[in-house]
């Protein structure tokens, strides 16, 4: 059992509950996340706090596996826990518990993949938003557990669920036990292919979802999952999407002769273990040092960064446009030791260089196994990319050193055109380090 996560259900005999499935497996819920009570509500009633929810563990457990795929490897679509609503509803759905029943006193804990592993993120809700609850729930905050931890308690958890409900013969367990059969038995092959389709935010065992010609595209195209470029492209792409944008990337891929990383670089070794934006901050660091660059210096040339940083040189292939959404450029290594960025170019010029410094950030660390994209994702490593061409271009202490608490546009603006940033890159450069931008 993961001492991360835990989920106990301790049985407890609820006489008035009707449904026999329910009354089967009525239990005293907890839930915690390294030592922290998701489920600690305050309790209306009592006017106290409470730990533990009494609610049936079925429907949890039928949601569980219900979106087993989805919600061990599809990303947020956003930077933040999507609002409610109609566009986000379907994610929320895949990945909040509390979407499980909307008759029973649930946590708003979502559970999604960043990349590196699981996210689990819980809210607390506002004063009186669930009226016609016994309770609200106080508390919030996140973590990052490993993927296998994750499996292993949901895993154990449905187990513990069919289990008490084995003598039932009721039409919703045999199809829970059917449908965990099916999880359970998938071999390697239909692994990897569930795998993909969860990251598109598919049901693989959803004829609905998983029309003909996408599983013909997963089975005969997508067979490695997780080599990075295939994973960069399942984590962002719309399903209808995927196949003409993965056609876009090995075209250019091919034009371009790109491929991984064929050297071991000195430059950011053993440093592991960081939150993305500070592992993205960290590289800006080391590759200005290898550059010396002094920390308040604008950066000139990235194409002088890549050859100081790397020893070989970096150029923007300009590509027509990318099919699709999300996608916005590939970056590899060719055989020449050649750093490309191919991709339509950005309308403004401090953009284009956001853009490229985010690529050369993938280039640097992130191609070992692959080429890469850079996406609208908010997974790691686009995390971390954003967060280097942010600390590269515009580092936050030669921001910080000439603002005060709060700085107006004229400053922002001046301080753009000082690094060649645009000012969006500075007011959050700025907001991040504590200081308010404010409106003339």
Known sequence: MSKSLSIKCDPIDQPAEIDPVDRKTWCALRITVKGRTVTRIWDKARQEE??????????????????????????????????????????????????ADSGLLLPSLFLFNDGRGIRLEWLAD?????????????????????????????????IEVLQRTDDLQDERVEKLKQNWQAIR???????????????????????????ADLASFIESVLVDPDLPIARDLTEVAEADAVADQWSWIRKHTAACKLGRINLPL???????????????????????????????????????????????????????????????????????HEIVLAGPRSPRDDSQRFLSARGLYLALFACHRSERLVTHSYTWDQQAS??????????????????????DQSTVEKLAAHFDASTVVIERQLENAGVTVVDE
């Open 386 to 407: 954003r967060a280097f061409a942010a600390e590269l271009l515009a580092p936050q202490a030669a921001l910080v050193a000439e603002a005060s608490s709060t700085v």
């Open 126 to 158: 506002e004063r009186d938003a669930l009226p016609n609850m016994p309770g609200e729930f106080v508390d919030t905050g996140f973590d990052h557990l490993e993927n296998s931890d994750v499996e292993d308690v949901l895993s154990e958890f449905v």
């Open 185 to 211: 038995n998938a071999g390697a092959d239909e692994a990897r292919f569930c795998v993909a389709a969860g990251r598109l935010g598919v049901d693989p065992y959803d004829p609905s979802q998983m029309h």
């Open 50 to 99: 409470r730990s533990l929810l009494y609610v049936p563990a079925f429907p949890i457990a039928e949601w569980i596996v219900t979106n087993w795929w989805t919600l061990l490897n599809e990303p947020s679509p956003t930077p933040e826990i999507p609002k409610s609503s109609a566009a986000r509803l379907p994610w929320i759905q895949r990945h909040c518990v509390r979407s």
């Open 266 to 336: 000195q430059i950011g070794s053993g440093i592991a273990g960081l939150p993305p934006s500070q592992f993205g901050y960290r590289m800006a660091a080391e590759v200005r040092r290898a550059n010396h660059l002094s920390p308040t210096a604008p950066v000139k040339s990235l194409e002088e960064i890549a050859q100081a940083s790397a020893g070989g040189s970096f150029r923007f292939q300009d590509q027509n446009h990318v099919p699709g959404r999300n996608v916005r450029a590939v970056v590899g290594w060719t055989p020449g």
